[in-house]
């Protein structure tokens, strides 16, 4: 098999694997901020009826907030970590 062709078969292959851990490392993290965001929405949704409940509600305000920064400055590098860790010992030939 000519150089070249193998060099274009580990480029291809490298092309595909690029795509499907991008791909999934993004399904991952979308899946991860959408139950993020449905579980804030279901308690936070609530109405408070007593002044502990009140209290109870303002804590869980604060703990989520905290939670979406966390999220919204690691996501990307979180993203990425997974994307690259998929790639120990590539290529596989």
């Not at 193998?6 to 791909?23: G, K, M, W, Y």
């Not at 997974?82 to 590539?90: I, N």
Request: glycine share 4%.
């Amino acid at each position: 098999m000519p150089v070249k062709a193998v060099i274009d078969d580990h480029i291809q292959r490298l092309f595909d694997a690029l795509l499907n851990s991008l791909r999934k490392a993004i399904t991952k993290e979308v899946t991860d901020i959408d139950n993020f965001l449905n579980t804030s929405m279901e308690v936070l949704s609530k109405r408070p009826q007593s002044t502990e409940e009140i209290g109870e509600a303002n804590t869980k305000h604060a703990e989520f907030a905290k939670a979406r920064r966390e999220v919204s400055v690691a996501w990307p590098y979180e993203c990425m970590g997974d994307f690259f860790s998929d790639f120990a010992g590539f290529p596989d030939s």
